[in-house]
């Protein structure tokens, strides 16, 4: 059975920092893209990062320069560090793991900014 577990969100004051890691059981997580989507309150959901199994890491505009996507192959982890973090940022952060037809996503973790 596939599991993707995130960890590491929580309640930040604006400008402040979080680490979210997603851990895998069932799925080697060198062998798929990782990815990190939010959604909003009343939004849709959105990409954030994406990191190919090659580690080719790619951000939306919204998070470039704040936000770093990385992956410990080793430890079948997944991460994103978020820096400089602001209200805009508030939403259930989830992985995503994909490869050819198989698509896995994790349960979600909160991410609140507020003062």
């Known amino acids: 059975q596939v599991q993707l577990v995130e960890s590491g969100g929580g309640l930040v004051q604006p400008g402040g920092s979080l680490r979210l890691s997603c851990a895998a059981s069932?799925?080697?997580?060198?062998?798929?893209?990782m990815a990190w989507y939010r959604q909003a309150p009343g939004k849709q959901r959105e990409l954030v990062a994406r990191?190919?199994?090659?580690?080719?890491?790619n951000y939306a505009d919204s998070v470039k320069g704040r936000f770093t996507i990385s992956r410990d192959n080793a430890k079948n982890t997944v991460n994103l560090q978020m820096n400089s973090l602001n209200s805009d940022d508030t939403a259930v952060y989830y992985c995503n793991a994909a490869m050819a037809v198989s698509n896995y996503w994790g349960q979600g973790t909160q991410v609140t900014v507020s003062s």
């Open positions: 990191i190919t199994s090659g580690g080719t890491p």
């Open positions: 069932g799925i080697r997580l060198s062998f798929y893209t």
